[in-house]
């Protein structure tokens, strides 16, 4: 248990569902991110939020929808995916936005969704 | 802009062996360095980091990594790999455009008995 927890750890979807993937950290962290992580490349950032703020849309399709209610929760909504957008989706937190800096991030476990 | 390099996407080494997993960086400004582990199934777990302290950095598991600004390189050794060290291996520096860490590619580390 890293203190950042990701819900569901696997997830299979149609390419018409719509799902959520939820992240929740108590570590007092204000800063919040998605990364998705496929095979054989380098990890890609998401989205960022910084309390409760975001502050980065990595050029992102619209079908990825984030939602940060509080500075301990973060969601990642998905409609009509694509099968190419299967991979393991990472929650990351870190103490302010220039946390990474000095202490690094805490991941969760990862979500790994399968589009069919 | 920022950029890592991890040369080498899968090293394999025997039990008892020396570990070296190669990281080069590229950064305009003096940088922030880390090395991240990967279990199977899992997130990524902090090994260890240099934040412009001492030059050599021990982490955890008997890991330790050397900056060494002329050769832009921060490697990872292990004098004696164990077969729990089979993992992924994740070199990242400071910098990104939102204060975001930009990881390299990874490298697999097996460890054959």
């Known amino acids: 248990e890293t203190g950042v927890t990701q819900t569901p750890r696997h997830l299979v979807m149609g390419m018409t569902n719509k799902k959520s993937l939820k992240c929740e950290q108590h570590?007092?962290?204000?800063?919040m991110y998605w990364y998705k992580q496929s095979a054989k490349k380098p990890l890609e950032l998401m989205f960022v939020?910084?309390?409760?703020?975001?502050?980065e849309n990595n050029s992102v399709p619209s079908r990825f929808s984030p939602e940060c209610p509080n500075s301990s929760h973060l969601f990642l909504h998905l409609h009509t995916l694509q099968p190419e957008d299967s991979a393991l989706y990472l929650c990351?937190?870190?103490?302010?936005?220039?946390?990474?800096?000095?202490?690094?991030?805490?991941f969760g476990s990862g979500t790994r969704l399968t589009v069919v | 802009a920022q950029s890592v390099t991890q040369l080498g996407s899968h090293v394999s080494v025997s039990e008892g062996a020396l570990v070296l997993l190669r990281c080069n960086y590229s950064s305009s400004v003096p940088p922030y360095l880390f090395w991240y582990v990967q279990y199977p199934n899992q997130g990524l777990q902090l090994l260890l980091k240099y934040t412009s302290a001492a030059t050599l950095v021990k982490g955890i598991n008997g890991f330790e990594a050397e900056f060494k600004k002329s050769e832009t390189s921060f490697h990872l050794t292990k004098p004696s790999a164990h077969m729990s060290d089979a993992a992924e291996y994740f070199c990242a520096v400071s910098g990104g455009s939102q204060g975001n860490l930009i990881f390299g590619k990874g490298t697999k580390l097996s460890v054959k008995p």
């Open positions: 570590l007092g962290h204000n800063a």
């Open positions: 939020y910084n309390f409760k703020e975001q502050t």
């Open positions: 990351a937190s870190s103490q302010g936005i220039l946390g990474p800096f000095n202490y690094g991030y805490t």
